[in-house]
């Protein structure tokens, strides 16, 4: 498998912004579509967004829409999360994920996903 290595975690106020990356640690990533998910203190890991490696195609949970922004650099295969207007509610450590095809539904879910970062923290205060 291959490994994820995420950065661009780190403290910020509320209404700031961050980005994430997240690259392969050698090589390509080799899969179809790249995912963003968090998990913070005593809950459960969640989807935040993802997009489709070939199309493009992107995917957000209804808690970031119009706050955060997935793209990838397919020359550098890199994949960024941009997150704008940051909440304390967003506090947690963000993973990154590969996956062998990408769908709006079907990339909601870890499950679908081989390929995992050992994650970055974000932690936006009040």
């Known amino acids: 498998q291959v490994q994820l290595v995420e950065s661009g975690g780190g403290l910020v106020q509320a209404g700031g912004s961050l980005r994430l990356s997240c690259a392969a640690s050698e090589g390509t990533f080799g899969s179809a579509a790249m995912g963003w998910f968090r998990q913070a203190p005593d809950k459960e890991r969640e989807f935040v967004a993802a997009i489709g490696w070939g199309s493009g195609r992107t995917s957000y949970a209804d808690s970031v829409k119009g706050r955060f922004t997935i793209s990838r650099d397919k020359a550098k295969n890199i994949v960024y999360l941009q997150m704008n207007s940051l909440k304390p509610d967003d506090t947690a450590v963000y993973y990154c994920?590969?996956?062998?095809?990408?769908?709006?539904?079907?990339?909601?879910?870890?499950?679908?996903?081989?390929?995992w970062g050992q994650g970055t923290q974000v932690t936006v205060s009040s």
């Open positions: 994920a590969g996956g062998q095809s990408y769908g709006p539904v079907w990339s909601l879910d870890s499950r679908n996903y081989n390929s």
